[in-house]
Each structure stands twice: as C-alpha cells, then as structure tokens.
C-alpha cells in the first residue's frame, strides 16, 4: 500500500516565478492538507481540501492556492514566488472524523533563489 | 507569543537514559495532542496522540497531557541511537488530523 506520495521531491524556482506542487494521497483517504516547514521550524498549516473544495485555511496569503481532484489527489499553487517561500512543503492525507491520523509525505523541498 | 512552545534544544543524552520532552501552549480550545517524530529529509510520522488530558503510554512511550497548566509531555525509556530525530509536539481542535498546529521541534541525539 502506497503511502502519501509527492512530486517533486526538489525544485529551484527564480524570484516572480509559479510553482505547481503535486500530492497523491494514501490509499482509502479523502482529505488533502497542506503544509511549509522552513529550516530548523515546525510545519505550518496551509490549508485543506475536502470534497474538492477549501475547507480550513492558515494564515498565508492568496499567492497560496491549491485544488483538489475527483481522485482525492491534491495541487499547491504558489504565485510571484518570494525567497521566503524557500521551505519544505509537506502534503497530509487522513479520512474523515476525530480521531483519525494525518500520514506526511516526504516532502518537496523548494528553493527560491 | 506562538501558539505552541516548544525547547529547540539540541539535547544529547546516552543510551539508555529517560528522554523528558516538553511543550507548552496558549490555546485552551486545543483538545487533541500529538507527537511526532522527524528524521532528516523525511515527513513527520505520528508516535502517539491523546484526546484531553491523561497518560497515554506505548511501549517505551509514555505522553502526558495536563490541560490545567497547558503543558504536555514526552517520556522515552531505554533510549535508543535509532530514537536519534526531531520530535514535533501538535496539536488540534476539532480533530486529531485537522489544522494541526506544531512547535518548533527539538532535536534528539542518543549517543551509544
């Protein structure tokens, strides 16, 4: 059983540019969170996705953006990128109800430069 | 004032010794409190999560929950160099696997 899988696993991306990050979530799960970890900090809740639409969403800004498609799996989007977008983004899948576990993936490690 | 607190350490004791790690939080609305554990370049993975406050132990695990101070705690017994990572405390309101908010994290190194 795969677990959460994402893609890609590194990518530098140039000031200004657009970023499309990429999140298949574990088998049986239908509930996307995303996640940045910047170096030597805990991850920092982006937003989630059920049922194709947002449904919880943290404190960053607009150029944070994401979808989710019929088959659960999950984009992030980050517009005009900044250098401190530089971070770690970690996809979670759970299923629904209280006491349930978000499984991570291993992360795409996004340098802006 | 962050959300959740948390000794970034680095902390190194020997094999075999009794791990204490603790974090602190603000929000009293937080039901759900998690530990995770982060080895270099991979994703956090959950090592126990107690609903409220009480005791909760898993093998060498034992976590503590004290809502009454807004302080949880992480015991690791017969310390390992394979429990050699950072450890994330989290936590959460409505479920144990949504909007989960994490300190710092404090990194570990059990020396053989």
């Known amino acids: 059983d795969a677990g959460v899988t994402q893609s890609p696993t590194h990518l530098i991306k140039t000031r200004g540019q657009q970023v499309t990050l990429r999140c298949s979530p574990k088998?049986?799960?239908?509930?996307v969170s995303w996640y940045q970890q910047a170096l030597g900090q805990g991850p920092q809740f982006i937003f989630q996705y059920y049922e194709e639409e947002e449904r919880q969403r943290g404190n960053f800004p607009d150029r944070f953006s994401g979808h989710q498609f019929p088959n659960y799996s999950s984009e992030l989007n980050v517009n005009a990128l900044l250098l401190g977008d530089s971070a770690l983004y970690l996809c979670?899948?759970?299923?629904?109800?209280?006491?349930?576990?978000?499984?991570f993936g291993q992360g795409t490690r996004l340098t802006v430069v | 004032q962050k959300e959740v607190e948390q000794d970034p350490g680095p902390l190194s004791v020997p094999e075999g010794a009794i791990v204490s790690l603790n974090c602190t939080y603000s929000?009293?609305?937080?039901?759900?409190f998690m530990w995770y554990r982060q080895y270099s370049r991979k994703g956090p993975e959950l090592l126990m999560y107690t609903y409220s406050s009480g005791n909760k132990e898993d093998g060498r695990f034992t976590a503590q929950v004290d809502k009454s101070s807004k302080y949880i705690s992480l015991f690791i017994r017969d310390s390992q160099p394979s429990d050699s990572a950072t450890y994330l405390c989290a936590m959460s309101e409505g479920s144990s696997a949504s909007k989960i908010i994490f300190g710092s994290g404090t990194r570990l190194s059990i020396r053989p």
């Open positions: 979670a899948s759970s299923s629904q109800g209280a006491n349930t576990e978000a499984f």
């Open positions: 088998s049986g799960h239908d509930t």
């Open positions: 929000n009293s609305a937080f039901q759900y």
